[in-house]
């Protein structure tokens, strides 16, 4: 009996005392993604009493088997089911197939390779005419001025919804900040966003929305009754700006602090500058746009060995998984030639796979290949400065200097 026991105990999750949501965690989390990894396949963070996984194998499990780790209780870290958690679920990214499917499979076909075809001339004209501004000015931020300047000119046309700055930025803080705890982040982005939370669910509905664009095509849609339940373009539509501008903006960040970081590797961009594509997918590996998703186990169950309690959160931390040494050879280096597209998970992976990454990867590919086509070099002109999200991985400050070719 003893030793039954003693294998029992075995064969709980490692306790990880550490705190992910810790302002420094936020700003650099190298430390905790490490020590996550290197806990086990899985741990367990008692600060929550939720698990956490950080390895690559073991997070792509977690969103892969969503009969085993459902995504109905909520990807943040409250149980949006129980009483005081209680929210209105989003349709599509809070919801399990064969539901999630059918919904998912009606927005794709607004979403669809030939749609994006035919934005990228926008994109592309856009780019160039700010780049062109840009290197005239030679010393910029990359986060005020490419990133937030480019994505908030071109993603409104796309998507069909007028997105003022403090408007859009405001109501992503107070977004990404609720996924998390209730800690000061949290507080403090809820009461910044209260002038605008009338202007984004007004945004949102049918009146709000520009004609020939993915939410009127959405509304349309819902007329048709191709969605199965009224109500649905609506939510899909504030799940695209909600999720769309946002994680965008941080890739692109992240790619211009790595070029700028690297310059032998922004040196095949600028001689290449079809490889820009490139440089976005390996940032979003190093930094993927969000620190952490949850899942909730749907009954007890064992993971990679490790016995699991049922109905309780696991985090999946896609900045461990990304630079998992067991994944990827030389993990902490930048080296866009490595071709991660389809290795890391910084568009996530299974049925959730983020449903935007084509319009994401058009716009990234755009504005990075018309800096690379018109800069010789990208310097940093100043230290960059994270800003801490709950759920989020994102620049607040990328003072760079733009070197004319």
């Given at each position: 009996?003893?030793?039954?026991?003693?294998?029992?105990?075995?064969?709980?999750?490692?306790?990880?005392?550490?705190?992910?949501?810790?302002?420094?965690?936020?700003?650099?989390?190298?430390?905790?993604?490490?020590?996550?990894?290197?806990?086990?396949?899985?741990?367990?963070?008692?600060?929550?009493?939720?698990?956490?996984?950080?390895?690559?194998?073991?997070?792509?499990?977690?969103?892969?088997?969503?009969?085993?780790?459902?995504a109905k209780g909520g990807i943040g870290i409250?149980?949006?089911?129980?009483?005081?958690?209680?929210?209105?679920?989003?349709?599509?990214?809070?919801?399990d197939p064969p539901d999630h499917t059918t919904?998912?499979?009606?927005?794709?076909?607004?979403?669809?390779?030939?749609?994006?075809?035919?934005?990228?001339?926008?994109?592309?004209?856009?780019?160039?005419?700010?780049?062109?501004?840009?290197?005239?000015?030679?010393?910029?931020?990359?986060?005020?001025?490419?990133?937030?300047?480019?994505?908030?000119?071109?993603?409104?046309?796309?998507?069909?919804?007028?997105?003022?700055?403090?408007?859009?930025?405001?109501?992503?803080?107070?977004?990404?900040?609720?996924?998390?705890?209730?800690?000061?982040?949290?507080?403090?982005?809820?009461?910044?966003?209260?002038?605008?939370?009338?202007?984004?669910?007004?945004?949102?509905?049918?009146?709000?929305?520009?004609?020939?664009?993915?939410?009127?095509?959405?509304?349309?849609?819902?007329?048709?009754?191709?969605?199965?339940?009224?109500?649905?373009?609506?939510?899909?539509?504030?799940?695209?700006?909600?999720?769309?501008?946002?994680?965008?903006?941080?890739?692109?960040?992240?790619?211009?602090?790595?070029?700028?970081?690297?310059?032998?590797?922004?040196?095949?961009?600028h001689a290449d500058p079809k490889k820009a594509?490139?440089?976005?997918?390996?940032?979003?590996?190093?930094?993927?746009?969000?620190?952490?998703?949850?899942?909730?186990?749907?009954?007890?169950?064992?993971?990679?060995?490790?016995?699991?309690?049922?109905?309780?959160?696991?985090?999946?931390?896609?900045?461990?998984?990304?630079?998992?040494?067991?994944?990827?050879?030389?993990?902490?280096?930048?080296?866009?030639?490595?071709?991660?597209?389809?290795?890391?998970?910084?568009?996530?992976?299974?049925?959730?796979?983020?449903?935007?990454?084509?319009?994401?990867?058009?716009?990234?590919?755009?504005?990075?290949?018309?800096?690379?086509?018109?800069?010789?070099?990208?310097?940093?002109?100043?230290?960059?400065?994270?800003?801490?999200?709950?759920?989020?991985?994102?620049?607040?400050?990328?003072?760079?200097?733009?070197?004319?070719?």
């Open positions: 009996m003893a030793d039954t026991a003693a294998e029992i105990d075995r064969n709980e999750a490692p306790v990880l005392d550490i705190d992910p949501y810790d302002i420094e965690v936020l700003r650099s989390p190298y430390e905790f993604q490490e020590k996550l990894r290197e806990a086990g396949p899985i741990a367990l963070i008692p600060k929550y009493n939720v698990y956490a996984v950080g390895r690559h194998h073991e997070c792509e499990i977690v969103l892969k088997e969503f009969e085993k780790f459902t409250q149980d949006i089911r129980k009483p005081g958690d209680f929210r209105v679920p989003n349709r599509m990214l809070e919801n919904i998912r499979n009606v927005v794709m076909k607004y979403l669809s390779p030939i749609a994006i075809r035919k934005m990228k001339q926008k994109f592309d004209e856009r780019a160039a005419t700010l780049a062109e501004e840009l290197v005239a000015r030679g010393e910029i931020d990359g986060v005020e001025d490419i990133a937030e300047t480019y994505i908030l000119d071109v993603f409104p046309e796309a998507v069909g919804i007028d997105l003022p700055r403090p408007n859009i930025l405001a109501i992503g803080e107070m977004r990404f900040n609720q996924s998390g705890p209730q800690n000061a982040l949290y507080h403090a982005a809820m009461e910044k966003a209260q002038p605008y939370l009338g202007w984004f669910e007004s945004s949102c509905q049918r009146e709000g929305v520009r004609p020939g664009s993915i939410a009127d095509d959405l509304f349309a849609a819902e007329d048709r009754g191709e969605f199965p339940e009224p109500g649905l373009a609506s939510n899909m539509t504030r799940s695209l700006v909600g999720g769309g501008a946002d994680s965008t903006m941080a890739g692109i960040g992240h790619s211009l602090c790595k070029l700028a970081e690297n310059p032998d590797q922004y040196d095949l961009i594509g490139l440089a976005f997918e390996e940032a979003l590996r190093l930094e993927p746009s969000f620190h952490v998703s949850y899942r909730t186990t749907s009954g007890e169950m064992e993971l990679s060995g490790v016995r699991l309690r049922p109905d309780t959160k696991v985090g999946v931390f896609f900045g461990a998984a990304n630079r998992d040494p067991r994944k990827f050879e030389d993990p902490d280096a930048f080296r866009i030639e490595r071709r991660s597209a389809g290795t890391h998970l910084g568009f996530g992976v299974g049925a959730h796979i983020c449903i935007g990454q084509m319009i994401a990867r058009a716009e990234a590919a755009s504005i990075l290949s018309a800096l690379a086509e018109r800069v010789k070099r990208i310097e940093l002109a100043g230290e960059p400065v994270y800003k801490p999200i709950n759920q989020m991985r994102m620049l607040e400050k990328l003072p760079l200097r733009l070197i004319a070719a």
